[in-house]
């Protein structure tokens, strides 16, 4: 008589919970590396940064890092929080530098660094976000080309998109170049930086990062 064995089915419920769980250890320190990172002696640095971070925000950009990390069997989040902060303020502070181009006086539901200290210390407060960004990321060397990359596209996107309006020459195929490059690029970044960090085999980096990029797109698309 054949003895057949019974494979284990996994629970739906069970892995929904541990996926949660990891998240939000991953989400937490994310948050943590973030507020560390912003401290400095100077006060109005650290309060409009704490400000912005402290405002909210969907935190979707360092969600897609952590989710791809797991994904590929990443469990320790020291690295991958780093990278994760790193890829948020890279997006904070483009809004932070936004709002001044935009006069834009809420963010988030709440005042502005624009609106509460000014244009000058908005600029300096995303410059000083900007500058943080190198700090977290040192540690994790070729990284620093995926993160170099897609914050390049992300400053090209923003021109590109400026010009557009200015000139009226706003089309289809220029709307899609633009959320390609200002959103779609930082997606498609984390989602590499957290398979690469999983020491994920190269062609599942590029499936992930595929997926990030039309993830973001549809993002964009959403949001617009």
């Not at 937490?28 to 971070?53: C, G, K, P, T, W």
């Not at 410059?127 to 620093?144: G, I, R, S, T």
């Not at 039309?214 to 698309?221: D, H, I, K, S, Y």
């Amino acid at each position: 008589m054949t003895v057949q064995t019974k494979t284990a089915v996994p629970n739906n419920a069970t892995f929904q919970e541990n996926l949660t769980t990891l998240l939000e250890e991953g989400l937490a320190a994310v948050e943590q590396a973030m507020f560390d990172v912003v401290n400095s002696d100077v006060a109005v640095l650290r309060d409009a940064s704490r400000h912005i971070l402290s405002s909210g925000g969907k935190r979707i950009r360092p969600r897609m890092v952590i989710l791809s990390y797991i994904a590929c069997g990443g469990r320790d989040f020291t690295a991958v929080a780093r990278a994760a902060a790193a890829l948020e303020l890279v997006h904070t502070a483009s809004v932070v530098h936004d709002d001044i181009n935009d006069h834009g006086v809420l963010r988030r539901g709440k005042p502005s660094v624009n609106a509460l200290w000014g244009r000058t210390f908005a600029l300096l407060t995303g410059d000083f976000l900007f500058a943080k960004v190198y700090e977290l990321m040192a540690p994790l060397k070729d990284l620093n080309v995926e993160l170099a990359e897609a914050t390049v596209a992300l400053v090209e996107g923003e021109t590109l998109q400026a010009s557009a309006v200015k000139e009226n020459t706003l089309n289809r195929e220029i709307y899609n170049r633009i959320i390609g490059l200002k959103t779609a690029a930082l997606f498609k970044s984390a989602a590499r930086m957290g398979a690469l960090l999983a020491n994920a085999p190269q062609h599942v980096v590029d499936s992930l990062g595929h997926f990030g990029y039309n993830v973001g797109l549809a993002f964009q698309v959403v949001d617009d």
